[in-house]
């Protein structure tokens, strides 16, 4: 499985961004796909995650980030809205065959990560 992540750039606080990740290879052993983000000199952390019929969101952006999928296009989506500073890090996109999302150890594919970079 190949991920490639797009979408992230400079956005003032408020603001949104929607960034993708195109999937391709063998997805159909896929149990979840998420989103994890990683600010400078912190660790990576879980953002968001989908399986095919439900949705997971860390706290700190719960009620501003919504993931979605495009099975058709095999695309992975995540809208980010009102945007805050503490939202800037290189956020990547992720797969997993196994079902404890929220751990980066368990995910065996990973995008290459796009920068977003909120400003106050």
């Known amino acids: 499985v190949q991920l490639q992540a797009s979408g992230g750039g400079l956005v003032q606080a408020g603001g949104s961004l929607r960034l993708s990740c195109v999937a391709s290879?063998?997805?159909?052993?896929?149990?979840?796909m998420s989103w994890f983000r990683q600010a400078p000199g912190k660790e990576r952390e879980f953002v968001a995650a989908?399986?095919?019929?439900?949705?997971y969101y860390a706290d700190s952006v719960k009620g501003r980030f919504t993931i979605s999928r495009d099975n058709a296009k095999n695309t992975l989506y995540l809208q980010m809205n009102s945007l805050k500073p503490e939202d800037t890090a290189v956020y990547y996109c992720?797969?997993?065959?196994?079902?404890?999302?929220?751990?980066?150890?368990?995910?065996?594919?990973w995008g290459q990560g796009t920068l977003v970079t909120v400003s106050s």
């Open positions: 290879g063998s997805i159909f052993s896929i149990n979840f």
């Open positions: 992720a797969a997993t065959k196994y079902i404890d999302y929220a751990r980066s150890q368990v995910y065996d594919y």
């Open positions: 989908t399986s095919w019929r439900t949705t």
